[in-house]
């Protein structure tokens, strides 16, 4: 392994070249265009997400209603709007969570090598093959829907493939010179694994977080669908699947603007993924 | 290989045990308890249920009795249906939840591996874009926004397909193809991938000069190697197949295992719970194994590193 030039310059670099690509450009914006709208939608709608009005029930589309009201006569654009922030937010703090524990474990283990690294990665292994969906399914329906305990609980099952990474990826560097060269200088582990290792994680931790966030995403609009995420008046992009799902016949437009916030969600986060490991690291594509 | 399949069941054991043991107390400490839904119940008769069920004794004793139990893979009557034995509550409902896992396994597969083939042998022409970008579309649909929009153009719409229920073949063809296009789409893109890679090997660039047929070189020599990363695949697959089916199940109202563990949860069935837990997980991890000795017989360099 030769040596990494130093992280800002690699930064830039990757940087550049996922400005050239440009399905993830358009990714990027379509993301900032889809945040933006959730953040503000509920300040400037209108009706607020939870007033009813069952006089306008099932109204379609109009000036009033951008995109229409449900069964109570709720404004469904007050509704998604709210609901993307709940989507989004379970997305980033459950995959935050996830890396946190992820990103540590990966580093301890690939840095301390031997034994202990044999012991925590078979620990990884064991952990694979259990059904943790049906975990989290139990955990939801027994202790009732928390919002807390729904993240907590999603970060949990997918820390595993981040915890793989980091540790293929500390056990090379742990072998490279310049952390010979810090450790011959006698700085302390903990040092060595934040202040040398961790700053040349950063491009697979990206890569990885930004493909796990749709993961997350999903599971979390699983478990709604299923009526244990979150719970009305509140709404995600899950909950209002599910509502619109089983008033389609009424009104199909339920169904579809929650449904296609969230499907264009996953399709950018996805492409602006791949975008990311090619600009990070041009190798795995410049293949023929 | 042998030694791959003892160590993997002796593995198996502890695991197991882990799980009932977590499933056990996570039950027993969520709120609630399998007679306090049924508001009519009076006080004796639900404290003699209580005490025909064991559920009065101390918590540690009820664990030991059911460990005892599971060891002569008794998994005790269900206490929401009392006549009924978990294992037969299993039984009559996984047969319905593995046919249509079947079923879209088989669909996934037949348009997945030949939509990753044609798009990896004519890469950068129309025939890689369209099944890519027909891909992309497919992982990021879900199939509870793909099962309604199914139902809604073939069944009340065009009137196809009946639109949910399970008693006719007819209509096992919805939650199949909502499910299998979901996977289809994945392994397209896994197949295309793992192709793509061994397409570049010096082996096949050596057939190619000995003159073999295309179709030879794919079937003959890339494949093998072409295909490990689906092999690899289908162990998650597998567990996503099962947490799909809760989905579809519920979409298209079947009465398969994902909805009934769903609500023995809901209804603190604490016996139909752990039977369903541990019988979710041995599929699992038998599942696993049969995905490592796959690989190990695919891939020779993966039996050595065990």
């Known amino acids: 392994m030769t040596s990494n ?45 939870e007033q009813q009005d069952l006089d306008r029930i099932f109204e379609s589309p109009s000036k009033d209603h951008i995109f229409g009201t449900d069964n109570l006569g709720r404004d469904l654009f007050a509704r998604t709007t709210y609901g993307g922030r709940i989507s989004l937010s379970v997305g980033l703090l459950a995959t935050l969570v996830s890396l946190l524990i992820g990103v540590t474990y990966g580093m301890i283990s690939g840095y301390a090598g031997g034994k202990l690294d ?39 099952v997918e820390w595993l ?128 | 290989m042998k030694r791959l399949i003892f160590f993997r069941l002796l593995q198996a054991i502890p695991t197991m045990w882990v799980i009932a043991t977590l499933t056990f107390f996570m039950t027993r400490f969520a709120p609630g308890g399998p007679f306090d839904a049924e508001k009519a119940i009076p006080e004796e008769i639900k404290i003699k249920m209580e005490a025909h069920f064991g559920l009065d004794r101390p918590l540690l004793e009820q664990y030991f009795i059911y460990l005892h139990n599971l060891l002569q893979g008794d998994l005790g009557p269900s206490f929401k249906y009392p006549e009924w034995e978990v294992s037969e509550l299993i039984a009559t409902a996984f047969p319905v939840s593995l046919t249509l896992g079947t079923f879209s396994f088989i669909i996934a597969l037949i348009i997945g591996i030949p939509g990753g083939m044609i798009a990896a042998l004519r890469q950068n022409t129309w025939m890689d874009y369209l099944p890519m970008s027909l891909s992309m579309i497919g992982v990021c649909l879900p199939t509870f926004v793909l099962g309604p929009l199914l139902i809604f153009a073939l069944s009340n719409q065009l009137a196809i397909f009946p639109p949910l229920g399970w008693y006719r073949p007819s209509d096992w063809v919805l939650p199949s193809l909502t499910l299998g296009l979901f996977y289809g789409a994945y392994i397209t893109r896994l197949t295309r991938a793992g192709m793509l890679e061994a397409l570049q090997q010096d082996f096949i660039r050596t057939a190619r000069a000995k003159g073999a047929s295309s179709w030879r070189i794919l079937t003959q020599h890339a494949a093998r190697g072409g295909l490990l990363p689906v092999v690899t695949f289908l162990g998650p697959a597998f567990a996503g197949l099962i947490s ?31 039977g369903t837990v541990l019988f979710y997980a041995s599929l699992i991890i038998t599942l696993n194994l049969v995905v490592d000795l796959l690989q190990a017989w695919l891939d020779p360099k993966s039996r050595q590193s065990r």
């Open chain 1, 5 to 49: 030039p130093p992280s800002s310059s690699l930064g830039r670099e990757a940087w550049s070249r996922l400005r050239a690509n440009r399905m993830a450009m358009i990714s990027l914006f379509i993301l900032i265009a889809i945040a933006l709208i959730s953040l503000l939608g509920p300040l400037i709608a209108p009706h607020s997400y």
């Open chain 1, 118 to 156: 044999a012991c925590m990665m078979r620990m990884v292994d064991v952990l694979y093959s259990l059904p943790f969906i049906i975990f989290v399914i139990l955990l939801m329906v027994m202790f009732g829907r928390n919002f807390l305990l729904l993240f907590l609980a999603i970060g949990a």
């Open chain 1, 161 to 288: 493939t981040m915890a793989r990474i980091t540790r293929t990826q500390t056990l090379n560097l742990r072998r490279a010179e310049f952390v010979e060269a810090a450790r011959a200088l006698g700085f302390s582990d903990t040092r060595i694994l934040f202040r040398h290792i961790l700053p040349n994680l950063i491009g697979p931790i990206i890569v990885y977080a930004t493909l796990t966030i749709p993961a997350v995403m999903l599971l979390e609009a699983v478990l709604s669908f299923l009526g244990l995420g979150v719970q009305a008046p509140m709404s995600s992009w899950g909950s209002l699947i599910k509502d619109g799902a089983e008033k389609m016949d009424a009104a199909p437009w339920l169904i579809l603007f929650p449904g296609a916030f969230f499907c264009l969600t996953l399709f950018a986060l996805n492409f602006l993924g791949d975008g990311l490991r090619d600009a990070f690291d041009p190798k795995s594509s410049k293949e023929p």
């Open chain 2, 244 to 274: 799909g089916s809760f989905v579809i199940e519920s979409i298209f109202f079947i009465p398969g295992l994902g909805k009934f563990f769903v609500t023995a949860a809901f209804n603190r069935d604490y016996t139909m719970v752990l």
